[in-house]
């Protein structure tokens, strides 16, 4: 007798579909006790063994005066196929599971100082991520803008919140907000306690301190006419050199702003000596799936500030 050509073409669900039919036969002990366990009919029972023994080159079970019996090879292909759903059974749990379990690590740079803004959509961001993924671990670095894009594009930052200035090709952006910065001076600068508004042409003449990062055109065109007696490479750095009384300067309202109410620092030329600043969340364009980076990403867009 020649022997049965091996199965060998790849499981498809239309053999899982039969394995299924197979091993309710089997644990009920025949095609007539199976009917009510599948329901379907005797004779579709019998066409779906037929096609299972067909493709497995093998015979599975015998009927007859006898009673219903697996052969030998019935009874190891009913083991094997009780392992087979058993693990399409975890595997389908386990992905479940991962619809209610979010675990992993987001990686984020922000720019400093934006912890003081009143959106707050970062915070609320990062909030919602913390409650649909209690287990989620954030590491978050402080870095100047021009830093942070590199680490996103060389992928030691999942995601960065920079201004939208000078920005790589190969990252994508989602908008935020719209940051402004003002013009000030500090309680010790000759200027806060001048009872006239001073213009431009005369700030011109006092020590400035200007960002040494790069910045919107509307910033470069504010900072063009200052005079140019000190640098900073953040906005934290210039807020230091702006307090001492000694330069003006431009900062974030929302940086600014405590300082301001204490009686510290003084908005100048309220008119004209302010600009704005967008400011986006950004990702590598080819970047992997992450299923933590896009619950923070989905939870980003759908802040209402309103």
């Known amino acids: 007798m020649k022997p049965s050509r091996p199965h060998q073409s790849p499981v498809t669900d239309f053999d899982i579909r039969l394995l299924r039919v197979f091993k309710a036969v089997a644990e009920c002990g025949g095609f007539s006790a199976a009917e009510g366990e599948l329901g379907i009919s005797r004779s579709a029972i019998s066409l779906h063994m037929g096609d299972l023994e067909k493709r497995l080159g093998l015979k599975l079970c015998r009927r007859g005066r006898g009673g219903f019996a697996l052969t030998e090879e019935g009874r190891e292909v009913l083991e094997g196929a009780r392992r087979l759903l058993a693990g399409l059974e975890a595997f389908r749990s386990e992905v479940n599971a991962l619809h209610h379990s979010l675990r992993g690590e987001l990686n984020i740079g922000i720019t400093d100082t934006l912890v003081s803004s009143p959106e707050m959509r970062i915070t609320h961001a990062l909030a919602d991520l913390k409650q649909q993924g209690p287990d989620v671990r954030i590491n978050m670095?402080?870095?100047?803008?021009?830093?942070?894009?590199?680490?996103?594009?060389?992928?030691?930052?999942?995601?960065?919140?920079?201004?939208?200035?000078?920005?790589?090709?190969?990252?994508?952006?989602?908008?935020?907000?719209?940051?402004?910065?003002?013009?000030?001076?500090?309680?010790?600068?000759?200027?806060?306690?001048?009872?006239?508004?001073?213009?431009?042409?005369?700030?011109?003449?006092?020590?400035?301190?200007?960002?040494?990062?790069?910045?919107?055109?509307?910033?470069?065109?504010?900072?063009?006419?200052?005079?140019?007696?000190?640098?900073?490479?953040?906005?934290?750095?210039?807020?230091?050199?702006?307090?001492?009384?000694?330069?003006?300067?431009?900062?974030?309202?929302?940086?600014?702003?405590?300082?301001?109410?204490e009686g510290r620092l003084r908005p100048l030329c309220e008119e004209s000596g302010w600009y704005s600043t967008p400011f986006v969340a950004i990702t590598r364009r080819d970047r992997r799936p992450h299923r933590v980076l896009d619950v923070f990403l989905d939870a980003l867009a759908s802040v209402d500030l309103r």
């Not at 870095?143 to 960065?160: C, F, K, N, S, Y």
């Not at 900062?251 to 600014?256: I, K, M, N, S, V």
Request: hydrophobic share 40%.
């Open 141 to 261: 670095m402080m870095e100047p803008p021009g830093e942070i894009a590199r680490a996103v594009v060389d992928g030691r930052l999942h995601v960065g919140v920079v201004p939208a200035v000078n920005l790589p090709a190969s990252v994508e952006t989602r908008d935020l907000y719209e940051e402004i910065s003002r013009l000030y001076c500090g309680c010790e600068h000759p200027l806060f306690s001048a009872t006239q508004e001073p213009s431009l042409e005369q700030l011109a003449h006092w020590d400035a301190v200007v960002p040494s990062y790069p910045l919107s055109e509307a910033g470069r065109e504010q900072h063009s006419w200052l005079k140019s007696s000190a640098s900073a490479s953040d906005r934290e750095g210039a807020a230091f050199l702006i307090l001492t009384g000694a330069y003006v300067g431009y900062l974030p309202d929302h940086q600014a702003r405590a300082w301001v109410a």
